[in-house]
């Protein structure tokens, strides 16, 4: 069989059992209290090169007989998608226990593109770009497996190697969405905290009289 066809038989196999089990058991949503669940960024990210990335395996598996060595920069890859799911979701876990903090994941989902680039302030930049990088990314890698099934004897290089300034990039990327989601439910609870100021309309009209 023409191991095109078997990539993207698999990965599309694989995208439905993600999408059944997100619908069945949240498996790309956010930890929340609300009914329709929103879907979280770094669960996202990690199927997304889960993925690509298996189902080049399993094509060269089947195509080869043979099991391929993954090369260091995919490793790293797949270190920093599940590294920000674990901060995610460490994140997550904290805020839970804080009464007091007003979580906008527990806010109604309103679409995977809009729930993964907004914060509790609506759609934000630093988001944007992280998502924006990992679909570039993520489409050139399929591109470029693609390209190499049919053409490459080396089974260890069918899958490409990101160079170094690139995952430093997507690093970098990952490493602000963490550092701004940390404290972005406190920075809620602080604004929600400050004493409201009220006009006191008795000294303001005593005054006028006076």
Same mark, same amino acid.
């Given at each position: 069989?023409?191991?095109?066809?078997?990539?993207?038989?698999?990965?599309?196999?694989?995208?439905?059992?993600?999408?059944?089990?997100?619908?069945?058991?949240?498996?790309?949503?956010?930890? !929340? $209290?609300?009914?329709?669940?929103?879907?979280?960024?770094?669960?996202?990210?990690? #199927?997304?090169?889960?993925?690509? +990335?298996?189902?080049?395996? +399993?094509?060269?598996?089947?195509? $080869?007989?043979?099991?391929?060595?993954?090369?260091?920069?995919?490793?790293?890859?797949? *270190?920093?998608? !599940?590294?920000?799911? +674990?901060?995610?979701?460490?994140?997550?876990?904290?805020?839970?226990?804080?009464?007091?903090?007003?979580?906008?994941?527990?806010? &109604?989902?309103? *679409?995977?593109?809009?729930?993964?680039?907004?914060?509790?302030?609506? #759609?934000?930049?630093?988001?944007?770009?992280?998502?924006?990088?990992?679909?570039?990314?993520?489409?050139?890698?399929?591109?470029?497996?693609?390209?190499?099934?049919?053409?490459?004897?080396?089974?260890? #290089?069918? +899958?490409?190697?990101?160079? &170094?300034?690139?995952?430093?990039?997507? *690093?970098?990327?990952?490493?602000?969405?963490?550092?701004?989601?940390?404290? &972005?439910?406190?920075?809620?609870?602080?604004?929600?905290?400050?004493?409201?100021?009220?006009?006191? &309309?008795?000294?303001?009209?005593?005054? #006028?009289? *006076?």
């Amino acid at each position: 069989m023409n191991p095109i066809v078997i990539y993207w038989f698999t990965f599309l196999i694989l995208l439905a059992i993600v999408l059944y089990l997100d619908r069945k058991h949240n498996l790309l949503r956010d930890a !929340s $209290n609300a009914i329709k669940k929103p879907y979280s960024f770094s669960r996202v990210q990690l #199927a997304w090169w889960m993925i690509i +990335i298996l189902s080049a395996f +399993i094509t060269i598996i089947i195509s $080869n007989n043979a099991i391929p060595t993954f090369r260091e920069s995919t490793l790293i890859l797949l *270190g920093i998608s !599940s590294a920000t799911t +674990i901060s995610g979701r460490l994140t997550d876990l904290s805020d839970q226990k804080d009464n007091t903090l007003t979580r906008h994941q527990d806010d &109604e989902s309103d *679409g995977i593109i809009i729930d993964i680039i907004s914060d509790q302030n609506g #759609a934000s930049i630093h988001r944007l770009q992280t998502v924006l990088f990992n679909i570039v990314f993520g489409i050139w890698m399929i591109v470029t497996v693609l390209k190499n099934l049919p053409a490459s004897s080396d089974i260890n #290089a069918i +899958i490409p190697d990101i160079s &170094e300034n690139n995952l430093v990039l997507i *690093g970098l990327s990952s490493a602000t969405y963490v550092a701004l989601k940390i404290p &972005e439910n406190k920075a809620t609870q602080n604004k929600d905290s400050q004493p409201e100021v009220v006009n006191d &309309e008795s000294k303001m009209d005593d005054s #006028a009289k *006076g």
